[in-house]
């Protein structure tokens, strides 16, 4: 049961290049509200956010674009090579994400929400979730797809790999794991297995979106 009252809150977490997001437009898919709380983090950062000031006053305007932006590049090179650094930022940042959260969940009608976290576990907002998720894969798919597909170099998506949570405790707190290392018909047949977990009632419903998301995969 989550703190939220009549609401069943996924927690979805996993480590960067696992496929957090691919597993939350599946969830959404299948009826859940999405809340990328990745996302919100960026925004609180923003020039004009709650986050912005403390973070320029400790890191300094080095870290500064020059329309006065946080550079997420330049912030990133800090605090993924100095865990104490990282804490620091860790700390300005989820006060606020997890405020912003409530603020979504309390004032939306939506039964079912999924929270997409990569700090789930290390903030507050696990343990208020219903049920928490994690997404997992290899080392190396990982790796192949932060240089892949954002564009990192190898360096640098090797520095942000290992400065973060291990996988492995990770898993290890989690309800359910979805491996997301193989098709993405591999991935839905384990996320839709989880949702009837949850909701056994919504069998033929579910049923009846395969056809859809089958559609929506052809399409593509």
Request: with cysteine; charged share 25%; proline share 4%.
């Amino acid at each position: 049961m989550s703190r939220w009252v009549g609401k069943t809150v996924i927690g979805l977490t996993g480590n960067i290049g696992t496929g957090k997001s691919i597993v939350r437009q599946m969830l959404e898919h299948l009826g859940a509200m999405g809340i990328d709380a990745d996302a919100i983090s960026h925004q609180v950062i923003e020039r004009g956010s709650s986050g912005y000031l403390p973070v320029v006053e400790y890191f300094g305007r080095y870290i500064l674009s020059p329309d006065g932006e946080v550079d997420r590049s330049r912030l990133g090179h800090i605090v993924f090579s100095d865990p104490a650094a990282l804490q620091m930022l860790e700390s300005i940042i989820h006060p606020r994400v997890t405020e912003a959260v409530d603020r979504i969940i309390e004032g939306t009608i939506t039964p079912v929400i999924v929270i997409e976290a990569i700090k789930l576990f290390e903030g507050t907002l696990g343990k208020d979730c219903s049920t928490t998720w994690v997404v997992k894969t290899s080392p190396e798919i990982q790796l192949r797809r932060l240089v892949d597909q954002r564009k990192m170099t190898e360096a640098d998506a090797r520095q942000r790999i290992e400065a973060q949570t291990p996988q492995e405790l990770k898993i290890s707190q989690a309800d359910e794991v979805i491996d997301n290392s193989g098709s993405l018909d591999d991935t839905w047949q384990q996320v839709k297995k989880a949702w009837l977990k949850l909701f056994p009632n919504e069998e033929r419903l579910a049923a009846l979106r395969d056809s859809v998301f089958d559609a929506v995969k052809g399409s593509e």
